[in-house]
């Protein structure tokens, strides 16, 4: 049985065994929880260790048939697309587990959504099967819905609840249509991603049929990571859901939707892809730009970081739009950063609110006296959004910025300047109004958090500064699997040029296989 089964197995079993338990055996819930997702982290780790770039086809892998006359079977596997990605999300998950301490009523309840959420967002990133992709999906999708709507907070939580049930809802169906598309058009009579994929490599999807299924692809997966202008659900949920649930959403699950394009639509859509690269670019200017510039009005700190979430989704865009090996990776690389500082100040403004009931920018100040531990962890945090050299933030974004200029110039140059001056601006404010100046003297009962509470906060800061001192723990894993769809998007452009004479005054691709491959030798050798 393969390692990936038992990753996002173990919760979910938990998740069964804590339905027998008393409700009044708290640490016994409570343990059970910690304990599965630190099983499943551990064993996340060692998959990653001993997981071999390059290496040909998929690791770890395991197939069982389910529905054979459809094609359906539980299929899994990693390469150095979701390899990184796995390993975050089992490592947030037991950070949310630890963070789950503020939640003091219906425990078991909620230990068993987190748990099933976390088994669904592992089993997700881990299947090749397009069924199974989708339902693990919605699996842990559902949940956040409920932990939302009970254990959250603030008096819009019902409002909230309502708008990030109806937008994720739409985003879901709008993505389901499009596989659904996608598995009639392709001819396979096959789920299986990998067999799809080579069934493409011959068999190419019709230019109509793409320029139909690649905009509900993005679309669909566009709402559910809050792509501009579709985002407004994400920073108000967030806002008001308890800690755990918005570490692991914002953190982890809001990554299915990208990994979905990279994984599915580039290589399968190709043509489609680079027709609408541009819109992708100038739309998430719109994460950038406008969201950061709502991040910089905000008064409440959790709306700040949630809107801050939101805007670095644009990065991740940026790198998707380039579609060469640089860009690619970039936002493989953001993609796995993002999860583990999401995480991170989600769980360090609960703490907060835990001390003071309150995360209103104006009502804090002076905190790091009190609290030099937490303090000290939302500035390293405040600095990782800003993409300060150290943290594996920089090195996404450096790689992204590398990948998309020669194909968006401008669009760079702007979302340099969103980054550095706009993220600069709000991040070092809120932190100087947080952490710094005088402290009320209502927080001087305040207490820092003893070395068990540390321990999640610790976890997630170390991850972000090993991937950012040696990125090539990265990034050598995820180019060999980058190169291969970044090679499929170039081969699509290619066609589209030769088979169309009208085609000839369109923008070439960005780099051309063979400089793709130059450039994966040149990094491999580095």
């Given at each position: 049985?393969?390692?990936?089964?038992?990753?996002?197995?173990?919760?979910?079993?938990?998740?069964?065994a804590l339905i027998v338990v008393p409700r009044n055996y708290r640490v016994i819930i409570r343990a059970i929880a910690v304990l599965a997702t630190l099983i499943?982290?551990?064993?996340?780790?060692?998959?990653?260790?001993?997981?071999?770039?390059?290496?040909?086809?998929?690791?770890?892998?395991?197939?069982?048939?389910?529905?054979?006359?459809?094609?359906?079977?539980?299929?899994?596997?990693?390469?150095?697309?979701?390899?990184?990605?796995?390993?975050?999300?089992?490592?947030?998950?037991?950070?949310?587990?630890?963070?789950?301490?503020?939640?003091?009523?219906?425990?078991?309840?909620?230990?068993?959504?987190?748990?099933?959420?976390?088994?669904?967002?592992?089993?997700?990133?881990?299947?090749?099967?397009?069924?199974?992709?989708?339902?693990?999906?919605?699996?842990?999708?559902?949940?956040?819905?409920?932990?939302?709507?009970?254990?959250?907070?603030?008096?819009?939580?019902?409002?909230?609840?309502?708008?990030?049930?109806?937008?994720?809802?739409?985003?879901?169906?709008?993505?389901?249509?499009?596989?659904?598309?996608?598995?009639?058009?392709?001819?396979?009579?096959?789920?299986?991603?990998?067999?799809?994929?080579?069934?493409?490599?011959?068999?190419?999807?019709?230019?109509?049929?793409?320029?139909?299924?690649?905009?509900?692809?993005?679309?669909?997966?566009?709402?559910?990571?809050?792509?501009?202008?579709?985002?407004?659900?994400?920073?108000?949920?967030?806002?008001?859901?308890?800690?755990?649930?918005?570490?692991?959403?914002?953190?982890?699950?809001?990554?299915?939707?990208?990994?979905?394009?990279?994984?599915?639509?580039?290589?399968?859509?190709?043509?489609?892809?680079?027709?609408?690269?541009?819109?992708?670019?100038?739309?998430?200017?719109?994460?950038?730009?406008?969201?950061?510039?709502?991040?910089?009005?905000?008064?409440?700190?959790?709306?700040?970081?949630?809107?801050?979430?939101?805007?670095?989704?644009?990065?991740?865009?940026?790198?998707?739009?380039?579609?060469?090996?640089?860009g690619i990776t970039g936002a493989v690389l953001i993609m796995v950063a993002h999860g583990f500082l999401a995480a991170l100040t989600f769980a360090l403004s609960?703490?907060?609110?835990?001390?003071?009931?309150?995360?209103?920018?104006?009502?804090?100040?002076?905190?790091?006296?009190?609290?030099?531990?937490?303090?000290?962890?939302?500035?390293?945090?405040?600095?990782?959004?800003?993409?300060?050299?150290?943290?594996?933030?920089?090195?996404?974004?450096?790689?992204?910025?590398?990948?998309?200029?020669?194909?968006?110039?401008?669009?760079?140059?702007?979302?340099?300047?969103?980054?550095?001056?706009?993220?600069?601006?709000?991040?070092?404010r809120a932190i100087r109004n947080v952490l710094h100046g005088p402290l009320p003297e209502k927080w001087n009962s305040l207490s820092d958090a003893n070395l068990?509470?540390?321990?999640?906060?610790?976890?997630?800061?170390?991850?972000?500064?090993?991937?950012?001192?040696?990125?090539?723990?990265?990034?050598?894993?995820?180019?060999?699997?980058?190169?291969?769809?970044?090679?499929?998007?170039?081969?699509?452009?290619?066609?589209?040029?030769?088979?169309?004479?009208?085609?000839?005054?369109?923008?070439?691709?960005?780099?051309?296989?063979?400089?793709?491959?130059?450039?994966?030798?040149?990094?491999?050798?580095?």
């Open positions: 049985m393969s390692i990936l089964t038992y990753i996002a197995g173990w919760p979910l079993l938990a998740a069964l499943s982290a551990v064993l996340a780790v060692k998959m990653f260790a001993q997981f071999v770039p390059g290496a040909n086809g998929f690791q770890f892998e395991q197939q069982i048939p389910w529905v054979e006359s459809l094609g359906i079977s539980y299929h899994v596997g990693v390469d150095g697309l979701n390899v990184g990605l796995i390993l975050m999300g089992a490592i947030v998950a037991f950070a949310a587990a630890l963070c789950s301490f503020e939640i003091q009523t219906r425990e078991k309840e909620f230990y068993i959504l987190l748990l099933v959420m976390t088994g669904g967002i592992l089993g997700a990133f881990a299947s090749l099967d397009l069924f199974f992709f989708y339902f693990l999906h919605e699996l842990a999708l559902v949940p956040t819905f409920i932990m939302i709507g009970v254990w959250g907070r603030g008096e819009k939580k019902n409002y909230a609840t309502f708008q990030i049930t109806l937008y994720l809802s739409i985003g879901a169906l709008i993505a389901l249509i499009g596989l659904i598309a996608l598995y009639l058009q392709c001819g396979a009579n096959t789920f299986d991603i990998p067999k799809i994929i080579e069934h493409a490599k011959t068999n190419p999807l019709a230019v109509n049929a793409q320029n139909f299924i690649f905009p509900l692809l993005l679309f669909g997966f566009g709402i559910l990571v809050s792509l501009w202008p579709f985002h407004s659900w994400a920073p108000l949920g967030y806002g008001v859901a308890p800690s755990p649930t918005a570490m692991l959403h914002a953190g982890v699950l809001k990554k299915f939707g990208l990994y979905g394009l990279i994984r599915i639509a580039l290589p399968l859509l190709p043509q489609a892809a680079q027709s609408w690269a541009h819109v992708i670019a100038w739309l998430c200017v719109g994460n950038i730009l406008y969201v950061g510039w709502v991040a910089m009005r905000q008064k409440d700190l959790n709306l700040l970081i949630g809107n801050s979430s939101v805007a670095h989704m644009g990065f991740i865009f940026l790198g998707i739009a380039s579609l060469n090996l640089i609960g703490y907060i609110y835990k001390q003071t009931g309150t995360l209103e920018i104006s009502a804090l100040g002076g905190l790091c006296r009190k609290l030099p531990f937490i303090g000290t962890a939302l500035l390293m945090a405040a600095m990782a959004g800003c993409g300060l050299p150290g943290f594996a933030n920089f090195v996404g974004e450096a790689t992204v910025f590398f990948g998309a200029w020669k194909m968006f110039p401008a669009v760079t140059i702007i979302a340099l300047w969103g980054a550095l001056v706009i993220g600069g601006i709000y991040m070092t068990w509470r540390k321990l999640p906060y610790a976890l997630l800061l170390v991850s972000l500064l090993v991937f950012g001192f040696l990125p090539k723990l990265l990034t050598e894993k995820i180019n060999p699997d980058a190169q291969k769809i970044v090679a499929m998007a170039v081969a699509g452009k290619n066609a589209d040029v030769v088979s169309s004479p009208r085609s000839s005054g369109r923008e070439s691709a960005p780099y051309s296989l063979a400089e793709n491959q130059s450039r994966l030798t040149s990094a491999a050798t580095k």
